[in-house]
């Protein structure tokens, strides 16, 4: 996005408006978490607190000329005011972003949770169809039932088999009698 040029002959100027200048948000907002990070380490703590010591030591044990601050140490009292001052609207803003990171996880946590419940739902449509296909399919006891019945089956006809081998090789003289028999009989 270009700025507009503010030599323009063909636009007035708006009088006693001031033009602040301008800056890239994400940057400036990346910087002011850096700054509250930073802010909320132990590493921050020690050195505020190795400066305050020494500001302290300073301003009581040094010569009455060379101390700046007096004893109620106002001076300090106002830089660490101008700190804090700068410091709170830092750390809001670094949660602030922080808060529109974590919604945007969480946004994408809820997507990604619908897909997989989607995704869940078909794989269990999925597997009560093959549950049904199964219900229509030979399973190996009802295979093991019915080879065992047909195994029975088998073995009937061949002793039923047996049995009519046998009956027909009788000798053929007790066939004669049996035939003679029928003869009589008509």
Known sequence: MTEPRRDRLDQPVEPGRVRLPRFDPESFGAWSEGIARYMGTAQFIVWMTLVIASWFAWNTLAPSETRFDPYTFTFLTLILSLQASYAAP???LA????????RLAAEEDRRRAAMQKADTEYLAREIASLRIAMG?????DFLRSELTRLA??????????????????????????????????R
């Open 152 to 185: 029975g089956e088998l073995d009937e006809a061949a002793h039923r088999r047996e049995k009519r081998t046998k009956r027909e090789k009788k000798p053929r003289s007790d066939w004669a009698d049996d035939r003679t028999d029928f003869d009589e009989a």
């Open 90 to 92: 830092l750390i809001l």
């Open 95 to 102: 949660q602030n972003r922080q808060a529109d990171r974590d």
């Open 136 to 140: 229509e399919v030979a399973t190996r």
